[in-house]
């Protein structure tokens, strides 16, 4: 018999690169070269509007896009207003804007 110590094991969290379609993520990159310069730093995220309403937060929208998620992309892309105040916080001068607008536009409906 085995004994209870209170925890249990999680479910495995790595990410199958193989399994997720990366080529979005490129099409962007060639589209906005400026997005390779993002650091992470969030500045982008502390002044979004929508941030304030919701819980955007354009690092996880970049996170899921070069991973390829693409499902859990489009329901993070829907909660942007394309306000723009991001592209002017970024120390870096990426065109985070532009960033959303193309995948927007290249992910499937």
């Known amino acids: 018999m085995m004994k209870n110590f209170g925890y249990t094991i999680n479910t495995k969290r790595a990410i199958d ?17 400026s997005w390779s310069l993002c650091i992470g730093c969030g500045s982008c995220t502390a002044t979004c509007t929508a941030g304030a309403f919701t819980d955007y937060n354009f690092r996880k929208t970049h996170l899921l896009a070069r991973r390829g998620d693409i499902a859990t992309l489009r329901k993070e892309l829907d909660k942007c207003m394309l306000c723009g105040k991001c592209v002017l916080q970024c120390p870096r001068g990426v065109n985070t804007r532009g960033v959303i607008a193309a995948l927007c536009r290249l992910l499937p409906q």
């Open 17 to 33: 690169l193989d399994k997720n379609d990366l080529s979005i993520a490129e099409e962007v990159m060639r589209e906005v070269p």
